[in-house]
């Protein structure tokens, strides 16, 4: 089962931040947060990860409580675009696990005009 | 750009027929899975390769099953598919277990 729980659907205004939080209470300490984003129809792509430091790239940033109970992904300047189900997922790093992905359910963000 | 492909997007097949999907990387990736995505639902693993070592999924019906024949392909066959194998197909690589995944488009398959 899924380790992550996420709000299942959220708006946002173009061109503002969207602010998409996850809940991970059980983390383990070598667990990484990862986020992936599927738009209709299309590949989930992956977008970021973290073990327990704030990471920021060209896409997002994310931010991961200091108790690691929880994170948040923060697209700075949110586009028509950015409509997808975005997944948290919480991925134990393991050569016998094989970093299987296991996938909730998201969160369904609509960035609206 | 290198990437993961899958063809054909859409596949459609009848009732019990066999159909197998494709899967290639130009990533050189030792590692490549295969989802299911059912409709409104989030992706389940079925099973991974690393290079040529099988790995499947506990809960996966024995109705499918993988072929690895080189490092840059990998296919998924469904022997004898139901209604209810209806559904997205992903397939994904990585380089190493613990390395991100990157996703093919799908290919989605309509059983009639």
């Known amino acids: 089962d899924a380790k992550t729980t996420q709000p299942p659907s959220m708006d946002c205004a173009e061109g503002r931040a969207a602010n998409l939080p996850c809940n991970h209470s059980t983390i383990s300490g070598n667990e990484y947060v990862y986020w992936y984003r599927q738009i209709h129809s299309q590949g989930p792509q992956y977008i970021i990860h973290g073990l327990k430091n704030n990471e920021t790239n060209e896409m997002a940033s994310l931010i991961i409580t200091e108790d690691r109970k929880s994170s948040t992904l923060i697209l700075p300047h949110a586009t028509l675009r950015d409509t997808a189900v975005y997944y948290c997922?919480?991925?134990?790093?393991?050569?016998?696990?094989?970093?299987?992905?296991?996938f909730g359910q998201g969160t369904e963000l609509s960035v609206k005009p | 750009d290198a990437m993961v492909i899958q063809n054909p997007r859409y596949q459609v097949t009848q009732f019990g027929k066999p159909v197998t999907l494709s899967c290639s990387q130009t990533l050189n990736h030792n590692v490549m899975y295969w989802y299911q995505q059912k409709s409104s639902q989030a992706p389940k693993l079925l099973f991974h390769?690393?290079?040529?070592?099988?790995?499947n999924e506990a809960d996966t019906p024995d109705n499918f099953q993988s072929r690895r024949p080189n490092t840059s392909f990998c296919f998924l066959d469904i022997r004898s598919p139901g209604l209810g194998d209806a559904a997205m197909y992903l397939c994904a690589t990585s380089r190493d277990n613990q390395e991100t995944q990157y996703f093919g488009p799908g290919t989605r398959l309509l059983v009639l």
């Open positions: 997922i919480v991925r134990l790093l393991s050569y016998n696990q094989g970093g299987k992905l296991i």
């Open positions: 390769y690393y290079d040529k070592d099988f790995n």
